[in-house]
């Protein structure tokens, strides 16, 4: 029912959206002469049922430049974000994602361009228009209080105000909180952030820190994400922390900031990452990113922690398994991204499975106690848990325990059925093959049975497309 229900709302937005650019249709009526662009609008949607509304299509996005100031005494931002794309067609009009506050003015290419708003689709009539392969920018102002999402499942995201400044978490539908975009993680991006606030308050975003000026009672800190990254991953996390900044045995600079109040609560968290990379590293293969770290805030309507890239966040003071379960997520979330947010395992039953390797490595449960405990596979036949399908849980089930536990079990079953050797090599080679990038399920599949020879049809139909507790596999 609730499926039926997204669709159909998808229908209506890519119908309401074509009679909204009268342009499309002569294009579509009359075929022009060989040769002649023929300008079509971009799609409004990236076609993913769970979030129909999201990405776009028509361009790729290459950068996205985001400069904003915000005071948290106000809730007021003032911003503009630039955007560096490819048209991937001839193309009158695109949409980008964007539920901020009031657009004061939009250029494309540097020239003044029309726009209109519906929902969550800022649609842009660029002119000239725009050819196939053609780089642009956009360049798009806008001032107001960004707003709080409320996802299908409850949780809140997007813009988030605290008490001292504001939690910033993206996942699956908040970054047109703050900034327009391609809000699907299928059009990764590099990103650039410059973010100005007042003296006392840092702002922390992803990858690197280039700079941090201070000038009339305000601050703008620079920060660089130099990989491709989806849009969800995107967080400018600011308000009263504090920070520490030091490289990991591998290299790798790692720079935290924690809620003054929350400094003694995470302390051992926090202490850990170090080491918990380098465990990782030791079995998923390379670090990712050229930096890590993490923001630990004090967000209590959130109440949940995201894997923003290389700045997991967290909403109140982290257990070192939560750590442990964000910095994994560098590894499946973020360097290789859900094709689609139903292959949502792929992310969580990793990161969870990375876990329970983790509390094994450091003496606690082995992963196989883990998997047959009465949390995971010792729940009996009759619970509700079993009727939810691991690779396809619905929007309002995504975050809930199957993807998660039931993804996590699904793995730990395979690594019994093709032996550790093999498994630990296709998980290894999942990273090296797809990061930067996306993956779905099938191609998980298809590389699980490459990787070990055999046809592990039936077994990943009980764990992952059927319903019911599996008996065997
Ligand atoms: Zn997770």
């Not at 290459?62 to 400069?67: C, F, K, L, P, S």
């Not at 059009?187 to 973010?195: E, M, Q, R």
């Not at 995107?234 to 720079?255: D, K, M, Q, R």
């Amino acid at each position: 029912m609730r499926s039926r229900r997204i669709i159909g709302t998808a229908l209506a937005t890519v119908l309401g959206a074509l009679a909204g650019v009268p342009a499309a249709a002569p294009a579509l009526a009359a075929p022009g002469n060989p040769g002649e662009p023929r300008y079509t609008a971009g799609a409004p949607s990236a076609g993913d049922p769970y979030f129909p509304d999201q990405g776009n299509g028509g361009y790729d996005v290459r950068h996205y430049d985001i400069a904003l100031s915000y005071d948290p005494a106000t809730r007021y931002m003032d911003a503009t974000t630039t955007i560096t794309a490819a048209a991937t067609q001839d193309m009158d009009a695109f949409d980008l994602d964007f539920r901020g506050p009031d657009v004061t003015s939009l250029t494309v290419n540097g020239h003044k361009a029309s726009f209109t708003r519906t929902g969550q689709e800022l649609v842009v009539s660029p002119r000239p228009k725009l050819k196939a392969g053609q780089t642009f920018t956009v360049v798009a102002s806008y001032a107001g209080t960004p707003p709080v999402i409320t996802d299908p499942d409850g949780s809140i995201e997007g813009w988030v105000p605290t008490d001292d400044g504001a939690f910033v978490p993206g996942e699956p539908q908040g970054a047109p909180a703050w900034f327009p975009g391609d809000d699907h993680p299928t059009d990764k991006a590099t990103f650039t952030f410059h973010v100005t606030v007042p003296d006392g308050v840092t702002a922390v975003g992803n990858g690197r820190l280039v700079s941090k000026t201070t000038t009339g009672g305000r601050t703008t800190f620079v920060w660089d994400q130099a990989e491709p990254m989806a849009t969800y991953l995107a967080t400018v996390t600011l308000g009263t922390f504090t920070v520490a900044e030091s490289v990991t045995p591998g290299g790798i600079p790692v720079y935290t900031a924690v809620d003054p109040r929350l400094v003694t609560q995470s302390a051992a968290a926090v202490a850990r990452i170090p080491d918990i990379l380098e465990y990782f590293t030791s079995i998923f293969g390379p670090y990712p990113f050229g930096s890590a770290g993490a923001i630990v805030d004090r967000a209590p309507d959130v109440g949940y922690a995201l894997e923003s890239q290389t700045k997991p966040i967290f909403s109140s003071a982290p257990s070192v398994g939560t750590m442990a379960h964000e910095l994994a997520h560098q590894w499946y979330g973020d360097a290789v991204s859900p094709a689609r947010w139903s292959d949502i395992w792929l992310n969580e039953g990793f990161a969870t499975y990375a876990t329970w390797l983790w509390t094994e490595h450091t003496g606690g449960a082995t992963a196989q106690q883990t998997f047959a405990s009465s949390s995971n596979y010792g729940r009996a036949a009759t619970s509700s848990f079993w009727q939810v399908v691991t690779a396809d849980p619905g929007p309002e089930d995504m975050f809930g325990n199957v993807p998660y536990n039931r993804g996590a079990m699904t793995l730990h079953a395979l690594r019994g059925k093709i032996g550790d050797a093999v498994f630990f090599k296709l998980i290894k080679d999942w990273v090296a093959g797809h990061r930067y990038g996306n993956a779905s399920t099938a191609e998980f599949v298809d590389a699980a049975q490459k990787a070990s020879g055999m046809d592990l049809t039936a077994f990943f139909d009980v764990w992952l497309y059927q319903k019911g507790k599996p008996a065997s596999w």
